[in-house]
């Protein structure tokens, strides 16, 4: 692919999750065309239904996440990787839902998506949760599966205009859970 097709390519898919976001899946494909600079002919030479331009978003917010997991447990202290990572969390699940219609008949059809990227956020978030539980940062009994499941809930909360600030906070109660009854970092031994 040509360098200038590349750029458009990607910047239709980051207009296209963002719209998404805010105004769902039947959001105009022509204002996400021009969002993103471009015209609706480009926008149909490199997705030509809505669901090729739904499913490369879903696929990129997934790598976006797993990639978030990687560079914040290699920058940041486990619990603030941690804690930021699930913080990011809120953003997925807010394309996920403005997506949820579409991806539901994306997974009805068996679109091999859903094979290739089920496995990577549980994978990314047990990574985080063991090296803070490893570091002392957490309860050493926290269960990536469990987190995983509370984070989740989310996507179920009322939508309303402060839907975001709500999950952010109960994100926030989530991590303060976490971290009541750590041990803290251990000593090093003589």
């Known amino acids: ?44 030479r490199h ?16 790598e976006t996440l797993v990639v978030a997991a990687q560079e914040l447990a290699r920058d940041l202290p486990a619990d603030e990787a941690l804690a930021q990572w699930m ?6 699940i ?10 539901k008949i994306l997974f009805e059809s068996k679109s091999p998506l859903f094979a290739e990227v089920g496995g990577l956020i549980p994978s990314a978030l047990k990574s985080l949760v063991e090296r803070a539980a ?25 939508s309303g205009p402060d839907w975001r600030d709500r999950s952010r906070r109960l994100v926030q109660l989530l991590m303060d ?7 803290g970092p251990s000593a090093p031994t003589a």
């Open 87 to 92: 913080q990011r969390f809120v953003d997925y």
């Open 94 to 103: 807010a394309a996920k839902r403005g997506m949820g219609d579409s991806l």
């Open 177 to 183: 859970g976490l971290r009541y009854g750590a041990p």
């Open 47 to 62: 997705f030509p239904t809505r669901e090729a331009l739904i499913e490369i978003v879903y696929r990129r917010e997934v």
């Open 134 to 158: 490893e570091a002392g940062a957490i309860r050493p009994d926290a269960d990536s599966g469990d987190v995983l499941h509370a984070l989740s809930s989310i996507y179920a909360a009322s």
């Open 1 to 44: 692919m040509r360098a200038d097709a590349r750029r458009n390519r990607e910047r239709l898919v980051a207009a296209a999750a963002l719209a998404f976001q805010s105004e769902g899946v039947d959001t105009s494909l022509e204002a996400i065309a021009r969002a993103a600079g471009v015209g609706i002919g480009t926008l149909y």
